[in-house]
């Protein structure tokens, strides 16, 4: 099982933070859903992973990865997203060998399915898989085997969090994941989000214990303003889940 090899790896993976390994680094942004991707590569094995990928601009990073060098292993999804799809499935058949990855508890379609404390490997790097569900039943944050950096999905945002109020979330399972799961990471580990609406690209675990505004108050008031909200429905949120579902693969057209 893909799943339980993942795990057993991960257990034998020793960690080894400030070690100066080369890693690569690339955040890219799609637009309309204001998402962001990430590129990492393992320099010396040209081994990459790419992290919530959207599909409008799989060619673009299919592109930067063949511009790089790099041989693309997983593009994975930290969960089932409501405003964009997912650009796994296209970017399986762009790449051959790239293998879609998602959490078990999304209940969506991918080549691997991860759960909590599975380690997802490229080069001499990993990634660890956190559970941090509250947005939505699957999320899941990665963190890099040195704890230096963590790709919190909508979980944790900079100076925000994930809305609650659809695809199983939950306010107080949000708080507690992101208290419980992110904020024990050490206070300089960057924080990477899915999205930002504000042109910001990264924060700090210290930053956002000490200055986000929703996740600084008790879980009984971060519960009320979450209720509060009354956001309106995802655009995309009708056709984006049902493909996401399947890994963002779409119907050829008959």
Same mark, same amino acid.
């Not at 942004?29 to 998402?35: H, L, M, V, Y």
């Not at 790419?50 to 060619?59: F, G, Q, T």
């Given at each position: 099982?893909?799943?339980?090899?993942?795990?057993?790896?991960?257990?034998?993976?020793?960690? $080894?933070?400030?070690?100066?390994?080369?890693?690569?680094?690339?955040?890219?942004?799609?637009?309309?859903?204001?998402?962001?991707?990430?590129?990492?590569?393992?320099? =010396?094995?040209?081994?990459?992973?790419?992290?919530?990928?959207?599909?409008?601009?799989? $060619?673009?990073?299919?592109?930067?990865? @063949?511009?790089?060098?790099?041989?693309?292993?997983?593009?994975?999804?930290?969960? +089932?997203?409501?405003?964009?799809?997912?650009?796994?499935?296209?970017?399986?058949?762009?790449?051959?060998? +790239? %293998?879609?990855?998602?959490?078990?508890?999304?209940?969506?379609?991918?080549?691997?399915?991860?759960?909590?404390?599975?380690?997802?490997?490229?080069?001499?790097?990993?990634? =660890?898989?956190?559970?941090?569900?509250?947005?939505?039943?699957? +999320?899941?944050?990665?963190?890099?085997?040195?704890?230096?950096?963590?790709?919190?999905?909508?979980?944790?945002?900079?100076?925000?969090?994930?809305?609650?109020?659809? %695809?199983?979330?939950?306010? @107080?399972?949000?708080? $507690?994941?992101?208290?419980? @799961?992110?904020?024990?990471?050490?206070?300089?580990?960057?924080?990477?989000?899915?999205?930002?609406?504000?042109?910001?690209?990264?924060?700090?675990?210290?930053?956002?214990?000490?200055?986000?505004?929703?996740?600084?108050?008790?879980? =009984?008031?971060?519960?009320?303003?979450?209720?509060?909200? @009354?956001?309106?429905?995802? %655009?995309?949120?009708?056709?984006?889940?049902?493909?996401?579902?399947?890994?963002?693969?779409?119907?050829?057209?008959?």
């Amino acid at each position: 099982m893909a799943g339980a090899a993942l795990r057993v790896a991960g257990r034998q993976l020793s960690q $080894h933070r400030g070690s100066g390994a080369p890693i690569l680094l690339r955040q890219m942004f799609e637009p309309k859903s204001c998402t962001y991707t990430y590129l990492l590569g393992d320099k =010396e094995s040209r081994e990459a992973i790419l992290i919530d990928p959207v599909l409008e601009m799989a $060619h673009r990073d299919a592109q930067l990865v @063949k511009e790089l060098g790099l041989r693309l292993l997983y593009a994975v999804n930290t969960h +089932c997203h409501a405003d964009h799809i997912t650009g796994t499935g296209l970017l399986r058949s762009l790449l051959p060998g +790239c %293998q879609s990855v998602i959490s078990r508890l999304s209940g969506a379609q991918a080549d691997l399915h991860i759960e909590d404390g599975d380690f997802i490997h490229f080069g001499r790097f990993a990634l =660890e898989t956190r559970a941090s569900p509250g947005h939505t039943s699957g +999320c899941v944050t990665f963190v890099l085997n040195d704890q230096s950096m963590a790709f919190t999905g909508d979980a944790l945002l900079i100076r925000g969090c994930g809305r609650t109020d659809f %695809q199983q979330g939950c306010a @107080k399972t949000l708080y $507690h994941s992101v208290h419980e @799961k992110i904020f024990t990471l050490p206070g300089d580990c960057l924080i990477y989000p899915a999205h930002d609406y504000h042109g910001l690209t990264v924060s700090t675990v210290e930053e956002e214990r000490t200055l986000n505004p929703r996740l600084t108050l008790s879980c =009984e008031e971060f519960v009320k303003v979450m209720d509060d909200l @009354k956001l309106p429905k995802p %655009q995309q949120i009708d056709f984006a889940v049902p493909a996401n579902m399947r890994c963002g693969v779409q119907n050829p057209p008959s």
